[in-house]
DNA sequence: TCTGGGGTCCTAGGACCC
DNA sequence: TCTGGGGTCCTAGGACCC
């Protein structure tokens, strides 16, 4: 923020993005409620927002509140596309550009004010660009922070500009509800309402130590610094991910180890495979099992040597599993799995701990060593890469049953916007 | 409400070390 | 043998976001 000037952050957010494109390639699309998806909405155009319909809603459920809503198939690269040509309106104005997800990102305009003129300006010239060059609406905030442009954002919507000047964030966030801040969902919005705490202009009132208590240090300190308007954090141009993960959804199965172990190799060669794209490798592994009530148990392991062979994730990922089972002999249905890998380095460094993992498999006879199943696995995402995803993979995964949600899908669920 | 998938961050307890 | 603080790492669970 600039003390005693012009509020510099911008955020930018892409209204009901899915939908809009959908309705940009389709003309006969515009002006209809339409959603993206089919079993769950992706995006609900806001025609269709006026009867309730959100993203996250079941298909069928938003059937019902809109019967004359059109389901409209995902155009998945054309989303990417488009974000990222929106993205490249913005670094038109600053570098200092913080991507948040494939539809939204946070701008710091201070450097580029003598250039392009002042923030508000700014703002409204991308509003216009992305307008007519793209063809989308976009609402952007700006304010003195982050975490208020983020806010600000949200009331512009949609289509429209929100600017919470420097000495005013007191009065614009009085009136405005708890959930708007970021973090706030349905379990703290529902703590807070009990103890009277509505608005943000009453949590402002609520002591910090009373919040620590009522939310925990770490939340409580989150929602105090806001109320007094403290917000540190800078714009970010680089992020690297912290954990790389897959999840298959089953429907409610009988578990059978056959099904634990096909179904974590098609999930193990999926996080296997962008573990090496991305060049790093993970030490800690761990699996979710979700039961039939919708419970779900984790198990993780930590090891020394970092891993990224779809073969050794795949090993790791089945015993946890079996661990989770064992702990839970009573649950003989199962909805879903999930793989996650964390604590990631980067390959250059892996490589030095390869010689280790290379002695963990000469003491079991018969398998391939870790060193040998990372050529292969290589050599797959190689053959992939020129023929696509299924010209090869390992007999198990190739031939199991959990692949029904395209691969589109999952790709945009990476950077998923609603 | 029950037809999703991919993430981040926080908490709390225990092991272990100094 | 008992008491104690500080720090790090690991594991399991949960809230939340897009």
Known sequence: MTPGGQPTILHADLDAFYASVEQLLDPTLRGIPIAV???????????ARAFGVTGGMSGRRARQLCPALRFVGGHFHEYQRLGDEVMAVFRDFTPLVERISIDEAFLDVA???T????????????????????????????AG???????????????GLVVVPIGQEREFLNPLPVGLIWGVGAVTRTRLAGVGVRTIGELAETPNSYLRHLLGSAAGDK??????????????????????????????????????RTTLGYLADRVGGRLRAAGVAG?????????????????????????????????VATALADVALADHPHEREITLLAISVSQLVDQASLQLELP???????????????????????????????FGRDAIGYASVKFADVGHVPDGFR????????
């Open 37 to 47: 998806g089919g079993g769950v909405v992706l995006a609900a155009s806001y025609e």
């Open 111 to 113: 450097g580029a004010i």
């Open 115 to 142: 250039l392009f003129g002042s923030p508000i300006g700014i703002a409204t010239s991308i509003r216009r660009r992305v307008k007519d060059e793209i063809g989308l609406p976009i609402s952007i905030g700006v």
């Open 145 to 159: 922070t982050k975490h208020l442009a983020k806010i600000a954002s949200q009331v512009a919507k949609p289509d």
């Open 223 to 260: 929602l105090s610094s806001l109320a007094t308007n403290v917000d540190p954090r800078r714009i970010q141009t680089t992020r690297s991910a912290h954990s790389v993960g897959a999840q298959a959804a089953l429907g409610r199965r009988v578990v059978t180890p056959d099904l634990t």
């Open 283 to 315: 030490r800690t592994i761990t699996v979710r099992v979700r039961f039939a009530d919708l419970r779900a148990v984790t198990r993780s392991i930590t090891v020394p040597a970092a891993l990224s062979a779809t073969l050794t994730l795949t090993e």
């Open 411 to 418: 790709e945009l669920a990476e950077h998923a916007p609603e």
């Open 356 to 386: 280790l993992e290379l002695q963990d498999s000469e003491r079991r006879p018969g398998t391939r060593t870790g060193a040998a199943r990372w050529v292969v696995d290589r050599s797959v995402d190689l053959i992939r890469s020129r």
